[in-house]
């Protein structure tokens, strides 16, 4: 039996409508069918995206079909690497597409190199044709950390299908998804990408292309769990800080706790109902309280002073102006 050189785990929950073209896109690769799976974990659907699965498994060999009832995106992608035999993993959302015949360069590419993360997602417009592997090779950044890539503030790749990683590191960091959370994403990706040695990034252009519809979670509405799950983001930073004894990088996750608490704020100043109840269920979440300015001009750090030090008063200033 071949080899399996690369495990795309999609985490499936409602998306009839979408799936198939992402699966498609996946089987439309310049490598063996035999040499890479396609890991589906339908997380409980209730619609016809099981039924959408399971006739593509009749036409092609390499999808593997892993059922659970609704937990959940974390568990899911959790559940799918459990099952991944391929010395990559790349997690794929199931309403988004990939770059037609991108797998062979992005591979290749990693082994070269010797890459524990190669970033394929950057902020640049996916292209349905993947450049030849001659070509690819003027698209790649040098080999840096993953901790320099995190401090570079041009680079914003959080979300997990911005990465294809080694099975191995992820395996052997015993990295997973928190269970129950929204941000799942921005809660465990800069940690990962903190503890790479080798990572490389494409430089001129995307072969992901990341689809936004009303049914995404960018177009959902704020719920209690939005904003509790913010405390998590916020406890998890400040944690990530006290572990490392990189300044800089203890700098970076007090900053980006001090940006999730600003936003966890101006979530509270707009919540519709009881914001007093809110904002005191939020502030008892969070462990510690982070302080540090992150804004460039006086007037942006002026604004986040406010919110941090004075978070109840902003709320109610902003219930005034508002009239919320």
Same mark, same amino acid.
């Given at each position: 039996?071949?080899?399996?050189?690369?495990?795309?785990?999609?985490?499936?929950?409602?998306?009839?409508?979408?799936? @198939?073209?992402?699966?498609?896109?996946? @089987?439309?690769?310049?490598? +063996?069918?035999?040499?890479?799976?396609?890991? *589906?974990?339908?997380? =409980?659907? !209730?619609?016809?995206?099981? %039924?959408?699965?399971?006739?593509?498994?009749?036409? /092609?060999?390499?999808?593997?079909?892993?059922?659970?009832?609704?937990?959940? *995106?974390?568990?899911?992608?959790?559940?799918?690497?459990?099952?991944?035999?391929?010395?990559?993993?790349?997690?794929?959302?199931?309403?988004?597409?990939?770059?037609?015949? %991108?797998?062979?360069?992005?591979?290749?590419?990693?082994?070269?190199?010797?890459?524990?993360?190669?970033?394929?997602?950057? %902020?640049?417009?996916?292209?349905?044709?993947?450049?030849?592997?001659?070509? !690819?090779?003027? #698209?790649?950044?040098?080999?840096?950390? =993953?901790?320099?890539?995190?401090?570079?503030? !041009?680079?914003?790749?959080?979300? +997990? &299908?911005?990465?294809?990683?080694?099975?191995?590191? &992820?395996?052997?960091?015993?990295?997973?998804?928190?269970?129950?959370?929204?941000?799942?994403?921005?809660?465990?990706? +800069? /940690?990962?990408?903190?503890?790479?040695?080798?990572?490389?990034?494409? !430089?001129?252009?995307? %072969? #992901?292309? #990341?689809?936004?519809?009303?049914?995404?979670?960018?177009?959902?509405?704020?719920?209690?769990?939005?904003?509790?799950?913010?405390?998590?983001?916020?406890?998890? $930073?400040?944690?990530?800080?006290?572990?490392?004894?990189?300044?800089?990088?203890?700098?970076?996750?007090?900053?980006?706790?001090?940006?999730?608490?600003?936003? =966890?704020?101006?979530?509270?100043?707009?919540?519709?109902?009881?914001?007093?109840?809110? $904002?005191?269920?939020?502030?008892?979440?969070?462990?510690?309280?982070?302080?540090?300015?992150?804004?460039?001009?006086?007037?942006?750090?002026? /604004?986040? #002073?406010?919110?941090?030090?004075?978070?109840?008063? /902003?709320?109610?200033?902003?219930?005034?102006?508002?009239?919320?």
């Amino acid at each position: 039996m071949k080899d399996i050189i690369i495990s795309m785990i999609l985490p499936a929950y409602n998306v009839e409508k979408y799936i @198939e073209n992402c699966i498609e896109s996946c @089987e439309r690769q310049d490598i +063996p069918k035999n040499s890479y799976e396609i890991i *589906v974990v339908n997380d =409980g659907s !209730t619609d016809g995206t099981l %039924c959408v699965v399971e006739s593509l498994v009749t036409k /092609y060999s390499n999808i593997r079909i892993v059922n659970q009832p609704n937990q959940g *995106v974390s568990v899911a992608r959790n559940n799918g690497f459990k099952e991944a035999k391929g010395k990559y993993i790349w997690f794929i959302d199931p309403d988004d597409e990939i770059s037609s015949n %991108c797998l062979s360069s992005l591979i290749s590419i990693m082994e070269k190199q010797n890459l524990e993360a190669l970033v394929v997602a950057p %902020c640049i417009p996916y292209i349905t044709e993947f450049p030849s592997l001659d070509e !690819t090779k003027n #698209y790649v950044s040098e080999i840096h950390s =993953g901790v320099d890539f995190l401090l570079d503030k !041009t680079n914003s790749a959080v979300a +997990p &299908w911005c990465f294809i990683f080694l099975n191995s590191f &992820w395996r052997d960091g015993k990295f997973s998804f928190k269970p129950g959370i929204r941000y799942e994403d921005s809660e465990l990706i +800069p /940690y990962v990408t903190s503890k790479v040695t080798r990572l490389a990034k494409l !430089t001129q252009f995307s %072969c #992901y292309n #990341y689809i936004q519809h009303d049914a995404s979670f960018m177009h959902s509405k704020v719920t209690r769990n939005h904003i509790l799950s913010i405390a998590v983001l916020i406890n998890s $930073y400040m944690s990530y800080a006290t572990e490392t004894d990189i300044k800089d990088l203890n700098l970076y996750f007090r900053e980006n706790a001090s940006a999730s608490f600003v936003g =966890g704020i101006n979530k509270i100043s707009k919540w519709e109902s009881d914001k007093m109840d809110m $904002y005191e269920d939020f502030v008892q979440a969070i462990k510690v309280r982070p302080r540090d300015l992150y804004a460039d001009s006086f007037l942006k750090k002026f /604004y986040q #002073y406010i919110i941090l030090n004075f978070p109840k008063l /902003y709320i109610r200033i902003s219930n005034l102006i508002y009239g919320k």
